[in-house]
C-alpha cells in the first residue's frame, strides 16, 4: 500500500515535465499564433481574465475611495474621459478611433465598469494600467485627483443615454455630432472586387471591429461585461433591434449604419467596410439553436 503514494507522486511529476515540454515546443517552435487579427484560445483568454481580476482585487482592496458624488468632479472628469478614454472605449452610442479596432485584447467599454468594479478597483487599473493589454499607467500622465475624477465620471457613465453622451460634448468633440475618423467609412472595393459574405472572414472580423466587447457570442472569446444582448440564436431572431426584417442584407445595413436603421440606438457606427458587413452578417446567420 505504500508504493501507491509513491507511484502517484511519480506519474504527477511526469505529468508535470510532460506539460512543461510541450509548453516549451509550443512556444519555441511558434506554434502559438501571436497576430492580432487571431484571438487568444479560450483556456489563454480565460486564465488571463481570471488572473486580471483577481490581481486586481488583491492590490486594491486596502485604497480609501473619496467622495466621487460632486457635480463638480463629475464635470472634471467628464472632460478627462473625452481626452483620454473615449478613443479607445467609446462612449454611449459613440464607437473607438479606428487604431482601438485593432487592439487584442480589445478594449472594453467602460459603460458598465461602475457596475461590475468597485471604485477602488477602477482607479487602480486606471493608476496603474495593464501589461499586455493596451492599458497604459495613467498615474504617470494624470494625477491621482484627475483619476478619482474619471472614477466618479464612470459611475455616471451608464446612466447617459447616446443623445445625453452628445449633448454634453463640447464643440469640436466626436461625440457633439461631428464627423470622427471612426465614423468615416474606408474605401470601398471595386464592385468587380466584391464577393459574397463569407462566414469564417465574418468571424474574424468580430474581433477586429470590438463586437465581443458588447455581446457575448457562441464560440468568440471576448470580454465578460457586455453591454449589449447575447447574440446567440442571432439567426432564429424574426427582427433585427427589434425593427428590421432579420436578413443578410438588413443586417448588413444595420452594421453599417445602426443610427440610420434605428435612431438613438446605443449601437455606435464603427466604420465597418461593406465586405466586413456582408462577411459579420453571414456569420450571424450560423447562429442558430434550431435543429
Not at 464607437?95 to 465598469?113: I, K, Q, R
Not at 475618423?181 to 472595393?189: D, F, H, R
Request: proline share 10%.
Amino acid at each position: 500500500m505504500r508504493r501507491w503514494p509513491r507511484i502517484a507522486a511519480w506519474c504527477v511529476a511526469a505529468l508535470a515535465v510532460a506539460g512543461a515540454a510541450v509548453g516549451s515546443a509550443v512556444v519555441y517552435f511558434g506554434w502559438y499564433d501571436v497576430s492580432a487579427t487571431g484571438p487568444h484560445t479560450m483556456p489563454v483568454y480565460a486564465l488571463l481574465d481570471v488572473a486580471s481580476t483577481r490581481s486586481v482585487k488583491l492590490r486594491s482592496a486596502d485604497i480609501k475611495v473619496p467622495d466621487l458624488d460632486s457635480p463638480q468632479r463629475i464635470r472634471r472628469g467628464d472632460a478627462l474621459y473625452r481626452a483620454h478614454c473615449a478613443q479607445c472605449h467609446g462612449g454611449p452610442g459613440q464607437g473607438p478611433e479606428p487604431y482601438a479596432l485593432g487592439l487584442n485584447p480589445p478594449p472594453p467599454p467602460l459603460v458598465t465598469s461602475a457596475r461590475e468594479r468597485p471604485a477602488a478597483e477602477v482607479f487602480w487599473i486606471i493608476r496603474q494600467g495593464i501589461k499586455m493589454t493596451g492599458m497604459p499607467a495613467w498615474q504617470y500622465r494624470m494625477t491621482d485627483e484627475q483619476i478619482w475624477d474619471v472614477v466618479g465620471y464612470l459611475r455616471v457613465l451608464p446612466t447617459l443615454s447616446p443623445q445625453q453622451y452628445r449633448d454634453a460634448a463640447p464643440p469640436g468633440d466626436p461625440a457633439s455630432g461631428a464627423a470622427s475618423s471612426a465614423s468615416i467609412a474606408p474605401t470601398e472595393a471595386q464592385p468587380s472586387d466584391r464577393r459574397l459574405g463569407d462566414a469564417k472572414a465574418g468571424r474574424d472580423a468580430l474581433q477586429q471591429y470590438l463586437c465581443v466587447t458588447c455581446h457575448a457570442i457562441p464560440g468568440v472569446p471576448g470580454a465578460r461585461h457586455y453591454v449589449g444582448p447575447s447574440l446567440d440564436g442571432m439567426a432564429d431572431r424574426s427582427r433585427i433591434a427589434g425593427v428590421v426584417p432579420n436578413s443578410p442584407d438588413s443586417m448588413q445595413q444595420w452594421l453599417l449604419d445602426p443610427q440610420r436603421i434605428k435612431p438613438g440606438t446605443a449601437m455606435p457606427a464603427l466604420g465597418l467596410r461593406e465586405q466586413d458587413a456582408r462577411d459579420i452578417a453571414a456569420f450571424l446567420q450560423t447562429l442558430s439553436n434550431v435543429e
